[in-house]
């Protein structure tokens, strides 16, 4: 069965401190992605990555970076956590140019 | 302009009956479609792809109108476990290009 996993279900955290999210795909997937999901808004790309160390911007990278050393796993970075960054955050793989994508249970962020 | 619009619904219907939702997608270039359900407070899960000819699975039927670009799910026989919200998701068949709509609500009442 195929699976993606966040590290992280649950966090709270201070405004300032610097948070890591990580994803690991175990399906050999080409693009790994990190979403945020906030009630009203749907699902916004935040970064993607199509390959080993490569990266590109999705709709709202402010704030955050990530980091992908290795094809199966997809960090997600906040350098300083800011209370508008308490949302639900969602990694994905696919395969690259086809194919749905696969999700992983999601990281509840809460930054006080 | 969205890219992905859907109505947010919500939509509540009586178990047993028929409902249809539908999403409207702008790109043309678009290639490939799914419907993905999302249970409350839950990571999306695919419910079915959607392919040009239509196709269906048990009560699910999923259709595709490149014409008027647009695609439609509808759920026979309502189940009160079918409660969730149904995302509409498009992909350019680029790899790295989907797009969402904000999700339709369904709550099945006994």
């Known amino acids: 069965d195929v699976k993606v996993t966040q590290s992280s279900r649950y966090l709270v955290k201070r405004t300032g401190e610097k948070v890591f999210l990580e994803c690991v795909q175990d399906?050999?997937?080409?693009?790994m992605f990190w979403y945020r999901q906030d009630p009203g808004l749907g699902l916004r790309l935040i970064y993607f990555s199509y390959d080993v160390k490569m990266k590109e911007k999705g709709d709202i990278p402010e704030g955050y970076s990530v980091s992908r050393e290795k094809k199966e796993r997809f960090s997600l970075i906040l350098e300083s956590a800011s209370t508008n960054q308490t949302s639900m955050y969602l990694c994905?793989?696919?395969?690259?140019?086809?194919?749905?994508?696969?999700f992983g249970e999601g990281s509840r962020l809460t930054v006080l | 302009r969205k890219e992905v619009e859907q109505d947010p619904g919500p939509f509540n219907v009586p178990e047993g009956a028929t409902v249809a939702f539908n999403c409207t997608y702008s790109n043309s270039a678009s290639q490939s479609f799914f419907w993905y359900r999302q249970d409350c407070r839950k990571e999306p899960k695919l419910l079915m792809s959607v392919y040009s000819s239509g196709n269906e699975d048990g009560r699910f039927t999923a259709q595709l109108n490149r014409a008027s670009q647009y695609i439609s799910l509808l759920i026979r026989d309502s189940k009160l476990s079918d409660s969730a919200t149904y995302l509409c998701v498009v992909n350019l068949n680029t790899g790295n290009q989907f797009y969402f709509g904000t999700g339709t609500s369904l709550t099945v009442i006994p």
């Open positions: 399906m050999d997937h080409e693009n």
């Open positions: 994905a793989s696919s395969y690259r140019g086809r194919g749905e994508l696969f």
